[in-house]
């Protein structure tokens, strides 16, 4: 047994990595979750991430040895896991788009009362506990509650385990309907992956190990490698279902943005006076929002200049594609018979911004053929290579 306690303590160089590396970043969601007005699912992966960082912190060694009695009993007993798992079922209640928000708040307040009261159980037993109040080494301590001779140090592994489940359960429910490929769809089918692997990780260490006195199915040696590579998959899986959608999110929001710039920045020159002034802390997606409803105006401004009527009762093209071409022809001053204000609407079954983007490809294509980038301002442009 000693032999596994001596093993734990390579964690520790790793546990002070995570920290300082990490420190950073949760400093700066602090300070955005501060500073900016923001939604419940980003509040919630907000405190999710300090709240790890915290216990990461506790862990450490050198901060073991100062914590108190009862502080370092009720860490070991389940704190942790309880605060990280009610965090994650506020963010199940807060991402739900079919719920009012009279009813998330009724959910966050049970969410809450149902994460105190097990912090208190959790507590009244921990406190109990010879073995959790000894204040000894967090390794060994970790090998004393698998023994299982505590049965107040169990009970607690046990209510905190089973909490945990039943958040994970309720995650898993809710990322595997919700999963699909969209960035957030792809999020939550991860989640619900990491939620199954969670569910080992908690029943096995956090149950069955300790009701059987640290015996298993497959030995010591192997239970311990199906706890450890399980929780680990979990938090890998956790991790990449938080950062997936945004990064995502960022990614097609500056492609988007490199899209629509060309048109943009056009339009902008014409009408100089058209675009207010950008908020240094606006997001990506919102600026990509933005610039497209810029686009719109611009549009609009050029056909008023132009004397572009409203309707001439041409056909207009059925095909997207050969829609936006005849747009950007009339953008750059070639004369297209028929062409009316109609033709500047989205079409049928296409949404306003991703015809804007259909347009300003059109157009960037246009000008990536120019020798000479074309004007906006109505005379036809013969500068083809």
Known sequence: MSASVSDWGGLEALRVSILAGSLPIVIFRLWRAIRYPTSVPVLVVTALGTFAWIWILVFASWVWAALPPLVRAVSMGGWPAISVAACLQVFVVGIRNDASPSRV?????????????????????????????????????????????????????????????????????????????????????????????????????????????????????????????????????????????????????????????????????????????????????????????????????????????????????????????????????QEVPGFSAEWLHAPVGMDDETWVLAIADAYRERQDGLEAPASLSGMPSTLRK
């Not at 769809?185 to 300790?210: D, K």
């Open 105 to 333: 708040r009724r959910s966050i307040q049970v969410t809450s009362m149902v994460a105190i009261l097990a912090l208190v159980v959790n507590t009244v037993l921990a406190s109990r506990s010879p073995v959790l109040m000894s204040g000894g080494d967090v390794y060994a301590l970790i090998e004393d509650l698998y023994a299982g001779s505590d049965t107040a140090a169990v009970a607690a592994s046990v209510v905190s385990s089973v909490y945990v489940i039943f958040v994970i359960i309720q995650l898993a429910w809710f990322g595997s309907r919700h999963a699909d490929r969209t960035p957030i769809g792809v999020g939550l089918g991860l989640m619900a992956a990491a939620s199954i692997c969670q569910f080992i990780a908690s029943f096995y260490g956090g149950i069955w190990r300790p009701l059987t006195r640290g015996g298993g199915v497959l030995g010591v040696t192997h239970d311990l490698w199906v706890q450890t590579v399980a929780g680990c998959l979990a938090v890998v899986l956790m991790f990449m279902g938080f950062v997936w959608p945004p990064m995502t999110l960022y990614m097609q929001a500056r492609r988007d943005l490199r899209r629509l710039w060309p048109l943009h920045n056009s339009l902008g020159n014409v009408f100089p006076g058209l675009f207010p002034p950008q908020h240094p802390q606006i997001r990506l997606s919102d600026l990509v929002f933005e610039s497209t409803t810029h686009i719109q105006d611009g549009l609009t401004l050029l056909a008023q200049t132009r004397g572009l009527p409203l309707s001439t009762g041409a056909e207009i093209p059925s095909d997207k594609a050969e829609r936006a071409d005849s747009v950007t022809d009339w953008l750059i001053g």
